[in-house]
């Protein structure tokens, strides 16, 4: 499996046995998020965001997002998060966000 960073515009195939060496794997227990979709991406509290695409790393699936309102660290680190700097967070990194949670 090629170890580069690949940008996707729809979701490739993948599998979610994590010992997989021949396809993309996805970690996490729940179906890839939609484009669209608002996720919380737990890793370092970054909170709320807009799922804006996909990409793989590393044999790992991953989805491109548009944190809503990041820890200013992480805009100090990263620059101002916008679909022309997007943030990629693994399955494992992320949960959904149910629709009883309002959006910001």
């Not at 979610?16 to 021949?22: E, I």
């Not at 608002?38 to 790393?57: C, E, F, P, T």
Request: proline content about 11%; charged content about 20%.
């Amino acid at each position: 499996m090629n170890n580069d960073f690949h940008r996707h515009e729809t979701v490739p195939p993948y599998t979610r046995n994590l010992a997989a060496t021949d396809q993309l794997k996805w970690s996490a227990e729940f179906e890839v998020p939609a484009i669209g979709a608002d996720i919380l991406i737990r890793i370092n509290s970054i909170g709320r965001a807009k799922v804006v695409g996909y990409a793989a790393q590393d044999g790992y699936l991953g989805v491109m997002t548009v944190p809503y309102s990041p820890p200013a660290w992480w805009v100090r680190q990263n620059g101002p998060p916008s679909l022309k700097n997007p943030a990629l967070a693994f399955g494992a990194e992320i949960c959904p966000v149910t629709s009883k949670e309002k959006t910001p």
